[in-house]
């Protein structure tokens, strides 16, 4: 089962980047021209690439690299943009993808890192950096508690004081529901967390 599911797993692989590559070459990504959905898959690279270099040269687990990888390799497939920055963005994750497997799957790596368009081996590339604008956000969720139990979520711009958060939070519809007519003892907020609102 094992093997089936890696074979699977660079098959789609395979298929992703051989279906990218017949659209023809693309122009390097326009960070400034990045809508929502490209900048969040931006980051979802960036993070990659950080999570899948401390694992394999610091923690060494390569499970949770390859499970990390997996993870973008879906985001990937999902992502459905033609446009030349949507383009540009499906290159720089396949080549981040492939870079990342190459010293677990080097000969397949290095018939798609030259799929690519490259021309030297990928043995030969370097390891991919992370590009820290790529991982701020511009906002965050916040998961919402009533007396511990979940019951929303807010986003949040990642510096906003702690009154924003809480006065977000109990705008939440589904929460003012579980909070209405009772009375609001405490509200915890775990800065970038949650909130959890304590009512009686």
């Given at each position: ?16 980047v ?25 980051r ?68 798609l ?19 820290e604008q790529a ?60 909130v ?5």
């Open positions: 089962a094992g093997v089936e599911g890696a074979f699977r797993f660079l098959k789609r692989l395979w298929k992703i051989h279906g990218h590559v017949s659209a023809g070459v693309v122009a390097p990504v326009d960070v400034r021209q990045l809508d929502d959905p490209q900048r969040d898959l931006r979802q690279v960036h993070e990659t690439i950080a999570k899948v270099s401390d694992d394999v040269a610091r923690r060494m687990t390569f499970n949770t690299a390859i499970a990390a990888v997996m993870e973008l390799i879906n985001a990937l497939y999902k992502f459905e943009d033609s446009s030349p920055n949507g383009r540009a963005l499906m290159q720089e994750g396949l080549e981040a993808v492939v870079l990342l497997l190459a010293p677990i799957v080097p000969h397949i790596a290095h018939a890192w030259q799929a690519l368009g490259h021309q030297e081996a990928v043995i030969d590339a370097a390891w991919p950096r992370v590009d991982l701020v956000r511009d906002a965050i969720e916040i998961v919402v508690q009533v007396n511990g139990k979940l019951r929303g979520s807010v986003a949040v711009a990642p510096e906003a004081a702690d009154d924003e958060v809480r006065a977000a939070a109990l705008a939440v519809s589904n929460v003012q529901r579980f909070i209405e007519g009772k009375a609001v003892r405490k509200v915890i907020v775990v800065s970038g967390r949650l959890n609102i304590v009512v009686a």
